[in-house]
């Protein structure tokens, strides 16, 4: 089955710096590959996803990047603010029926 | 809409007993997976059920099952509860796998 690495576990950023979490998957059969952000005691939810026939995307602040072949996708967030301290999970699911697999969170700290 | 739902939102256990954890996901979500949350291990996928059938299920032994009504409610059952099921439980509901999936806020169960 799929398999999810993800990078770093923490990841301590100077607000107003940049941050970047990196994560491979195993499945080259996967295409959808979503980021979920879970702040201190709340649910998680999801800020961005990408697509396999897609090789970047933005929302504001904070843009996915894919190499599928290279296997790996990123989250990176510019300016960061404190409000992006959470932490960061990575998915990926190679579609139809297939689950979302996720890896094991980025631990995200924004230093004022 | 209303979002996600989850009951109880704690619980706590005794070992050897058995519990049972509800969701009611968003209306018209008929996809609802189910996940386990501890520290380090990110989300770990249990299972998903799509219209009463369950289509996908993950790595956990047999005391974990599930099911679906047809109000896409869904249940989570854990029997002979072992201290090592202290998690907290996510519930997450979508129209499919490749779209959003919303969670829920969690049930958190302690096994002493």
């Known amino acids: 089955g799929e398999n999810v690495e993800q990078h770093p576990s923490t990841l301590s950023v100077q607000e107003g710096d940049s941050a970047v979490i990196k994560c491979t998957y195993s499945d080259s059969a996967s295409n959808y590959f979503p980021w979920y952000k879970q702040e201190l005691g709340k649910r998680p939810q999801l800020i961005i996803d990408i697509r396999s026939n897609v090789g970047e995307k933005k929302d504001q602040r904070i843009a996915v990047t894919l190499n599928k072949t290279a296997k790996h996708f990123s989250l990176h967030i510019t300016e960061t603010q404190p409000e992006d301290s959470a932490v960061y999970f990575c998915a990926a699911s190679r579609g139809g029926n297939e689950k979302l697999t996720f890896g094991t969170g980025t631990r995200l700290t924004i230093i004022p | 809409k209303a979002g996600v739902t989850q009951t109880p939102r704690y619980l706590i256990k005794t070992r050897g007993q058995q519990v049972t954890l509800s969701c009611s996901p968003i209306?018209?979500?008929?996809?609802v997976s189910w996940y386990q949350q501890t520290p380090g291990q990110g989300l770990q996928f249990l299972f998903e059920?799509?219209?009463?059938?369950?289509?996908n299920k993950g790595n956990f032994p047999g005391r974990f099952s599930g099911r679906q009504f047809s109000n896409s409610r869904s249940e989570m059952n854990v029997s002979t509860l072992e201290l090592g099921d202290s998690a907290l439980y996510l519930c997450?509901?979508?129209?499919?796998?490749?779209?959003?999936?919303?969670f829920g806020p969690g049930t958190r169960l302690l096994v002493l």
């Open positions: 059920y799509f219209s009463e059938t369950q289509r």
């Open positions: 209306s018209g979500h008929r996809s």
């Open positions: 997450a509901s979508s129209i499919s796998y490749q779209e959003t999936q919303y």
